[in-house]
């Protein structure tokens, strides 16, 4: 039996999103993720943030990389993959990488006005009702 491997996670990107291609042609679009946790020290609320490393695979990632920017709030739904590596004194480092499935985008960066467009969406016209509708 396989066991079960999900996260998920609200945040604020980091960073604009990177889109790039394995050597095969897999789109590989990654981003880091800062996520606040709040905590209460000697009776005051403070914040803390936890920066991750996130990717998503294939037409997904490209399609959603322009939605990426520095500062936008989402959620996500993923699963953690460990990523162990040596490095050039041969300590081995053991990284958490977040294989996104799944993204919601929640809001824009802090004090980045919305386009006027998104402020006063166009109201949506309402389709003639056919006359004969039996009641």
């Known amino acids: ?3 079960l491997n999900s996260f998920t996670a609200t945040g604020r990107l980091t960073g604009n999103a990177e889109l790039k291609y394995t050597t095969n042609g897999t ?3 990654k981003f880091g993720l800062a996520i606040n946790k709040s905590y209460k020290k000697d ?7 936890h920066f991750f490393s996130c990717v998503i695979w ?7 990389h322009k939605h990426l920017t520095k500062g936008k709030q989402i959620a996500i739904e993923a699963e953690l ?3 162990p590596w040596k ?3 041969d300590n081995l ?6 294989n996104v499935k799944n993204i919601t985008l929640l809001s824009s960066p802090k004090n980045q006005a919305k ?3 998104e402020n006063n969406p166009a109201p949506a016209e309402m389709p003639a009702a056919p006359e004969d509708i039996p009641f």
């Open 58 to 64: 294939g037409k997904y990632g490209e399609s959603m």
């Open 1 to 3: 039996m396989t066991d």
């Open 87 to 89: 490095d050039n004194n």
């Open 43 to 49: 009776g005051a609320w403070e914040d803390k943030a």
């Open 93 to 98: 480092h053991n990284d958490v990488v977040i």
């Open 27 to 29: 789109a590989c679009t």
């Open 81 to 83: 993959n460990h990523t």
């Open 115 to 117: 386009p006027e467009s």
